[in-house]
């Protein structure tokens, strides 16, 4: 089902969530090729970007194919993530930027006062919202947990919007809670009846059929996945297939990820350093054969690879031992 964030038109209602380290270009290309409605980056620093930072410039790749994207950007004050959304919306023209109010990484909320910071102080919230706002002229977001250590999605949500966000991402677990707990859906819930933005919830989804679940239980107009994808790319498309027209999802093979691995492979190398290319591709290959017989054996030799041809050896022998 389409629906609109402020004027960018999304096809479905499947959306991938912003994770660091993982979200950058390649993963962002196979989350398109499976069909997924948004596409959210990793988040980037609004003093990265004032310092010109070269790893945050790095990050900021994108390609027209990912489009409709939204860019995430972190920061603690209205000024410098006024001066950060500026550069971003020059340089690479996202669909939307969004702010992250969610991240609970010592780095960001506490030395850096940013990120599920700013639930603790809803004046500098607003404040950086409307900066924002009347920065760029394309629709902004925000990506929220349920609070700090008490909840305050409510008056968080409310004062987002009337700060004049486009829509309002709800992550419903404090910062306290980390991922100790469920995420606790009926915040969405609650969130989506009190604001008219759209809310895209999030939390748990680990199946076409959560997905379905939580749209009907919270009545929010999109979901974010985030962790179920790695390795596992084929369930943004069992979303968008079960919830467009009720297909039951298909096991993926063997052989369909022993192709991903290969193709994530390759958009990495074409276009990052073939160091960080062969260190990121370690940890997707071992997302990719999680659950596969004897898979946790080939894990220590995989952590080993160091060359794009190490690694391809290295999991055609383990093909062969599979078809054995
Ligand atoms: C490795 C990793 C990195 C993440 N990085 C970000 C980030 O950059 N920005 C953000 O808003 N949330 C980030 N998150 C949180 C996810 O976007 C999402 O809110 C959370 O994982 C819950 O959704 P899930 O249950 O579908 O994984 C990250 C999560 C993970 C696991």
């Known amino acids: ?41 990793e988040m980037v620093s609004d003093r990265g970007l004032i310092y010109d930072n070269t790893r945050t410039q790095d990050m900021l ?11 995430q950007i972190f920061g603690s004050t209205p000024e410098t993530m006024k001066n950060a959304s500026a550069y971003i919306y020059e340089h690479m023209h996202p669909d939307i930027i969004d702010i992250n109010m969610g991240c609970p990484v010592r780095k960001v909320a506490i030395k850096g006062q940013s990120g599920s910071a700013l639930l603790k102080d809803p004046d500098k919230a607003y404040k950086i919202v409307c900066e924002v706002v009347d920065t760029v002229p394309v629709p902004v977001t925000v990506k929220i947990r349920s609070g700090w250590d008490k909840i305050n999605a409510l008056e968080m949500a409310r004062l987002i919007e009337d700060a004049g966000a486009s829509a309002i991402t ?93 193709r994530h492979t390759e958009l990495l190398f074409e276009r990052k350093p073939e160091k960080v290319a062969i260190s990121k591709m370690r940890v997707h290959a071992a997302y990719y054969l999680k659950g596969l017989y004897r898979s946790v054996e080939i894990k220590p030799k995989l952590f080993k690879t160091t060359t794009k041809e190490e690694l391809y050896d290295l999991i055609e022998d383990y093909l062969k031992i599979l078809n054995y």
Request: aromatic share 6%.
């Open 1 to 41: 089902m389409k629906w609109n964030i402020g004027t960018v038109e999304i096809d479905n209602q499947v959306v991938l969530a912003p994770m660091a380290g993982i979200c950058d270009s390649p993963f962002r290309t196979i989350a398109k090729s499976m069909g997924c409605g948004l596409i959210c980056t």
């Open 61 to 71: 790749q994108m390609t027209d194919y990912e489009r409709p994207i939204s860019q």
């Open 170 to 262: 709800v992550h419903p677990r404090t910062k306290e809670q980390s991922y100790c707990v469920d995420a606790d859906w009926s915040i969405i819930k609650d969130v989506k009846n009190e604001v008219s933005i759209p809310v895209i919830g999030n939390g748990d989804i680990r199946t076409c059929f959560d997905a379905k679940r939580m749209l009907d239980e919270t009545s929010c107009d999109a979901i974010m996945i985030g962790r179920a994808t790695l390795g596992n790319p084929w369930l943004i498309k069992q979303c968008v297939e079960y919830l467009d027209n009720g297909t039951e999802p298909k096991k993926v093979t063997k052989e369909e990820r022993f192709e991903m691995i290969k």
